[in-house]
């Protein structure tokens, strides 16, 4: 069976599309301990009220739409940072309290902190 050529071509785009994205986003840090996951991302023009964190199931969504710092009457012609809207995912496994997940913006940083499960044993008694 014939497999239509223009399923390979979209299937590249998007592909292309997608490393262009991840090139183009700000990298986000990520710190482990024994009792949490922190994830540090660093870009410029965020604040509370064009940064959104959701959690959909067990998956983070960060959506981010930072505003350029354009001084009246300059236009941008080049920089480091895109200021486009851009969402990134983060699935967790069960090992992390996605409950008790937070979230704290300052600066230009979003810092997420996501704790662990606890796990607690206790000896059973027999009968």
Known sequence: MRQDPWTQV???LQEVDQEITRQTQSPVEQWE???ALALLL???GINQSNTQVTLEGRTLVIVTEPK???PE???RVSGLHSYTKQTRRYKFSDKYDLDNLTAKIQDGQLLVTVPRVTV???TVPIQ
């Open 10 to 12: 979209v299937s590249f």
């Open 33 to 35: 301990s024994d009792g």
């Open 42 to 44: 660093r870009e410029p």
């Open 68 to 70: 350029s710092p354009i």
């Open 73 to 75: 009457g300059f236009k």
């Open 120 to 122: 607690s044993s206790r």
